[in-house]
């Protein structure tokens, strides 16, 4: 026998992500003519491909963005808002498997796209709740701890990466929860409203005059 559904779910439940809440994807209108030609073709209206659309317009560059989906429908506004220098690969992984030169690189791209935000949203005013309050990164086991905090050393030795140790019975000041049995804390990471975001660099691409066009999707690439 079925719950009713008041049962499971609150009253205001809905299905679409959270952030869609505030900036809810671009309602399709009529399909624009596509240009014959353009400079540069970005396939994919997330931050990546809107970013690039917005730096090469700028330039001077006819420039066409195509997406499948709705604009503000995909990936990009369905994160958990933070902004931070994350890669795959840890530091020491790279360390030990290409060596001191390429990890700091590596990291050092990931520290560039890290500060581009900032500069890119305060530069042009973007209302998407950026702001740097740092990140908790929670431990579950002992061990866990032990390589989180040696993988933070050997960030701080080679790249100045700033972190605090949280032994277990500070985790509380940190999260309000004794879930964890430590952690560390990075106090100058950030956070903002991703599909405010996403929507800010839309509009800011669109200023730069790029095309941008959503329900459109590439089927093939030919020569």
């Known amino acids: 026998m079925s719950r009713p559904r008041h049962a499971l779910f609150a009253e205001d439940f809905r ?25 540069l073709l970005v396939v994919g209206a997330g931050y990546t491909g809107l970013s690039g659309a917005r730096t090469a317009a700028s330039a001077g560059r006819s420039v066409l963005v195509l997406d499948s989906l709705a604009l503000g429908a995909g990936a990009s506004t369905m994160n958990a808002g933070f902004v931070g220098r994350v890669l ?16 700091k690189e590596a990291y050092g791209e990931a520290d560039n796209a890290f500060r581009r935000v900032f500069e890119v949203v305060g530069g042009e005013g973007m209302d998407c709740h950026l702001k740097r309050c ?13 390589d989180m905090t040696a993988e933070y050393e050997a960030r ?7 972190f605090q ?30 599909a405010e975001y996403l929507h800010a660099l839309l509009a800011s691409a669109r200023r730069a005059g790029a095309t941008v066009v959503g329900h459109c999707p590439v089927r093939a690439v030919r020569p």
């Open 165 to 194: 140790t949280v032994p277990r019975e500070r985790v509380p000041e940190e999260i309000g929860s004794p879930r964890f049995c430590g952690g560390i804390v990075i106090p100058d990471l950030g956070s903002l409203h991703p």
């Open 134 to 146: 740092g990140r908790f990164i929670g431990a579950l086991t002992p061990e866990h701890l032990d």
């Open 156 to 162: 701080q030795e080679h790249l100045g990466t700033q």
């Open 15 to 39: 299905e679409e992500p959270w952030w869609w809440h505030a900036a809810p994807p671009e309602i399709a209108g009529e399909p624009p003519a596509l240009p014959p030609e353009v400079d």
């Open 88 to 103: 795959k690969h840890g530091f020491r992984s790279l360390l030990a498997s290409h060596g001191a030169a390429f990890a």
